[in-house]
């Protein structure tokens, strides 16, 4: 690329609108253009970005034997309402009708397809085992676009899918695949932590994703301090240890009065109490029917937790509903409640506890489970926190910020039973086929790989990511033999396949040194006086000197630092 004929918009300021670092180097550097919140253009630059993931990927998919196809993103909506993912992405998913009023969806991603395509494939195990992947647009209605590429409403993904007869032959399949990511994701210079994840939205039964830890990362994920323990947060569950000393005087059950004290927070001052002492009490609605939650009063609820009333209809009762079933917001509590009562298992340990009376402006000291009120059922129910401990060596944990760029899921026969995708085995008997779904976010592994590989100058690109692997800066463009050189230089570095940008612009040699900076192209080649000597300048974008080599010795240096990366 010539730099004085081609199309890149830079800018001088970062961009005010952006949350992270990634999207406003990408903005600033004119990679990418933004639209909309969540909705960005990939600019000549940016989108040679993607097309090097693209192909990284592609490649270290065909190196299992994966085949590459194209789905459509716009498809008749009933292939969600047949598995029940339309209720699953509810508001995520976009929709939209034709002229002939048929209803249709955006893909917020492909499992129903690929089971649906196959079944033209597969009948017998003969036809077993394959893996297809492709590399296409899935649109999700982001409720949090700020988070720049990391969150688009239009995003890229490469999604594979395995197809196997057993769940023997799934498990090669997806270990298979997890190596892959690996190998993907090094290659993209990023340390990946492997986190257990909640594989529902994908009708799964495992899930796991691929984390990089940032500070700038979207997702919270738990890691143990000593063992090997990790989970997005939503997933972790903490050790409930019972205590030992269960010999405590059970204290007199007592209504006071608290005209106005409403949150834990109020409560602890009013009472001079511990979290230990406070019972939290909320009422949720299921399936038309009021439950009370219970958790310790320094817990917060997770919502993804309570599958374990296993409904989708779960809903937030409105003060006023709470009032017709005879309890008030902010005193709120389980004595002489006719609900349902799900506790968190932290409260098995809690006693002489602070809750609300059911009516308003009363709060009971000293209740005690199983003597003022009875629990129905406990459950693991609260975020993971930092109080929460490590449950599989009950250590400390700490809660790290990260950006997901991988998912893989195991999802059995879930798809084969919606879609009847059957073969018959090697005794004439019919069985289910066994799928998996593998998705990598290519906005995302962007994202990632310059929230780690950047500084205050611009994005560092891994070599086999950057847009062009060298820049030739010509300091004096109406040199004659600068130019001349600079040009023979960049048209052999071409010819030999070696993304090149010639900087042939009439700026100062400053602009022209914080432009390249800002792109973050790996090697760049000054000419300048000293080609007179024989002599010009090569620096690497991660190294700070820089070092004066022989004009002849240019293409073998490029080349070695090529092959060495």
Excluded at 32 to 41: E, H
Excluded at 133 to 161: C, I, T, V, W
């Amino acid at each position: 690329m010539r730099m004085s004929n081609s199309f890149f918009i830079t800018r001088r300021e970062y961009p005010k609108d952006e949350n992270t670092i990634s999207a406003s180097l990408l903005i600033k550097s004119g990679m990418i253009f933004k639209n909309d919140n969540g909705i960005y253009s990939y600019l000549p630059m940016g989108l040679k970005v993607v097309n090097n993931v693209k192909k990284l990927i592609r490649d270290e998919m065909m190196k299992i034997g994966a085949e590459e196809v194209l789905m459509p993103s716009l498809v008749d909506y009933s292939y969600f309402e047949n598995s029940g993912r339309n209720v699953i992405f509810n508001e995520e998913m976009f929709t939209l009708k034709d002229r002939n009023n048929k209803e249709y969806a955006l893909c917020p991603t492909h499992e129903e397809l690929f089971a649906y395509l196959v079944r033209n494939k597969i009948q017998s195990y003969k036809d077993l085992h394959f893996t297809l992947f492709q590399m296409s647009n899935k649109f999700r209605d982001e409720e949090h676009p700020e988070y720049g590429l990391m969150r688009k409403k239009e995003f890229l993904m490469a999604d594979a899918y395995s197809f196997d007869a057993d769940m023997s032959g799934l498990d090669v399949s997806y270990d298979k695949m997890y190596q892959t990511f690996k190998n993907i994701f090094k290659k993209c210079n990023l340390d990946t932590i492997v986190v257990k994840s909640n594989p529902e939205s994908m009708k799964g039964t495992t899930s796991e994703e691929f984390q990089v830890l940032c500070n700038f990362g979207d997702n919270e994920i738990v890691k143990c301090t000593t063992c090997s323990y990790s989970s997005n947060i939503e997933e972790a569950s903490s050790l409930i240890k019972d205590k030992k000393d269960k010999s405590y005087d059970i204290k007199m059950l007592r209504k006071v009065y608290t005209p106005g004290v409403k949150t834990v927070k109020e409560l602890k001052e009013y009472f001079n109490a511990d979290d230990d002492k406070i019972l939290k009490s909320l009422v949720i609605k299921a399936d038309s029917k009021y439950i009370m939650i219970l958790l310790k009063g320094s817990d917060e609820l997770n919502i993804s937790k309570l599958e374990v009333l296993k409904t989708k209809d779960i809903e937030i009762p409105s003060s006023y509903e709470l009032e017709r079933i005879g309890t008030e917001v902010g005193f709120i509590g389980p004595i002489k409640s006719t609900m349902m009562i799900i506790a968190d298992s932290e409260v098995k340990n809690m006693h002489n506890v602070i809750c609300g009376a059911n009516i308003k402006d009363y709060h009971y000291k000293n209740a005690n489970p199983r003597i003022d009120f009875k629990i129905d059922r406990y459950a693991d129910l609260k975020n993971f926190n930092d109080n929460s401990l490590c449950p599989k060596c009950g250590s400390k944990c700490e809660i790290l910020n990260g950006i997901e760029v991988g998912h893989i899921f195991k999802l059995e026969t879930n798809y084969s039973k919606i879609y009847n995708l059957r073969y018959l085995d090697e005794t004439n008997n019919f069985n289910y086929v066994h799928m998996g779904s593998y998705g990598i976010g290519i906005d995302r592994l962007i994202s990632a790989i310059i929230e780690k590989n950047h500084d205050e100058k611009g994005i560092i690109w891994p070599i086999n990511i950057a847009p062009y692997k060298v820049v030739i800066v010509v300091i004096n463009v109406n040199d004659k033999d600068s130019y001349k050189y600079s040009k023979m230089l960049y048209e052999r570095l071409c010819s030999n396949g070696i993304d090149t940008i010639l900087d042939d612009r009439k700026e100062s040699v400053g602009v022209k040194f914080n432009d390249m900076d800002l792109f973050g192209i790996p090697i760049r080649i000054t000419v300048g006086k000293k080609l007179s000597d024989d002599y010009v300048e090569l620096k690497l974008r991660s190294e700070e000197k820089s070092m004066d080599i022989k004009t002849g010795e240019v293409l073998k240096i490029v080349d070695k630092i090529l092959n060495n990366n």
